[in-house]
């Protein structure tokens, strides 16, 4: 919370310092993140609040894109059909739901990997690619923690894991198993960013451009980069393999000559200086200690919000509600980080000291 409005004063004092308007977006999400991280913390005693609270933050999050969808009001990008409501509205709050609803299941070890790895296909299928990975690297992560409580052990079969989804998958999306437009894009895409660079966005080099010209203070507005950092942006993009400035342009300029950064910690940082990226970083380092960390009941949850966290927080920018869903993720992966706590236990009217699960939580 204290990061978030170190945030707020970042993104106010770039902009007095560089004569421009204060970023809206910004210091609102960083806003509302601080406030449900405040609330949350407070209100939410445990785990299996936090994923209950996340879980019904998903159902509100499904019902509002089904009735906008059916009725065709809200984000415009989701009346195009299925596949955009999927990928725009859908993918993780049911993603979430149902992964929440197998780890309640006895048999939640292998149901709920089976029901990422099902998921991830799905958003293959629908050419929802990064959203297809995350939930498969979610049901790696998941097996991989419930094999074995050793560390050492865990990051090695997350390593095979990982290196054969490397392999296979786009072994796969190649073959067309996934459909042709799947395949036709990913193609494209390999064009455009060399060999998956950055995971396949284009904004990261005109960002990192922004940056190195202004580190400490930042911007202010990012409608403020000149045709000069874009020019180095373009410099560092070829570079790194981007050798078509014709593929990537329109995603850095967007109509009517708008700068899309595309990103939570990019934008923050370019648009407040680096004191406004610290709360991205602290998420990432949040998360990242969550993945290994996720075991109990919920681990195959905590595995997909701290994956979905990392992703969003890199690549996404902030839209619809996602400075809510990331103070929920954090909470829950923060709860997952916690070390656990002694629980008393009566047995025959004598206390017993024992150890259950995560933060004082049963076990799974």
Same mark, same amino acid.
Request: glycine share 12%; aromatic share 8%; with cysteine.
């Given at each position: ?49 936090? @994923? ?252 997909? @919000? ?59």
């Amino acid at each position: 919370m204290l990061l978030a409005l170190i945030g707020v004063a970042a993104f106010v004092t770039s902009a007095v310092l560089n004569s421009t308007a204060v970023s809206s977006s910004g210091v609102g999400n960083f806003f509302v993140v601080a406030l449900f991280l405040a609330s949350g913390s407070v209100v939410l005693k445990g785990q299996s609040e936090a @994923v209950q609270y996340v879980t019904s933050l998903a159902c509100g999050t499904s019902a509002y894109y089904i009735l906008a969808y059916v009725f065709g009001f809200g984000p415009v990008n989701i009346q195009s059909g299925f596949a955009e409501l999927w990928k725009y509205g859908l993918a993780y709050p049911m993603a979430i739901l149902a992964t929440a609803l197998a780890c309640r299941s006895r048999r939640r070890l292998v149901l709920a990997p089976a029901v990422l790895v099902f998921l991830g296909c799905v958003g293959l299928i629908l050419d929802y690619r990064s959203f297809g990975v995350v939930c498969l690297v979610s049901a790696a992560g998941t097996l991989a923690n419930s094999m074995s409580p050793k560390a050492a052990v865990r990051l090695v079969v997350v390593g095979a894991l990982a290196a054969c989804l490397a392999i296979v998958v786009p072994a796969m999306i190649a073959a067309g198993i996934f459909g042709d437009a799947v395949r036709e894009r990913t193609l494209a895409q390999g064009n455009i960013s060399g060999p998956m660079l950055l995971a396949g966005r284009t904004e990261p080099p005109l960002s990192l451009a922004a940056i190195s010209e202004r580190p400490v203070i930042g911007w202010g507005d990012a409608q403020q980069i000149g045709n000069n950092t874009v020019s180095r942006g373009a410099a560092l993009a070829w570079s790194l393999g981007m050798q078509d400035p014709k593929a990537y342009l329109p995603f850095w300029i967007r109509n009517g000559g708008a700068i899309s950064l595309h990103s939570v910690l990019f934008g923050s940082w370019v648009e407040g200086g680096v004191l406004a990226a610290a709360l991205p970083i602290a998420l990432l380092c949040l998360f990242a200690t969550a993945l290994v960390r996720a075991r109990g009941r919920w681990g195959a949850v905590v595995m997909l @919000v701290a994956s979905s966290g990392i992703w969003n927080v890199i690549f996404s920018p902030w839209s619809g509600n996602l400075s809510v869903q990331l103070a929920g993720h954090a909470i829950v992966a923060a709860y997952a980080c916690a070390p656990s706590k002694p629980r008393v236990q009566q047995r025959g009217g004598v206390g017993d000291f024992s150890v259950d699960g995560v933060a004082g939580e049963p076990g799974a």
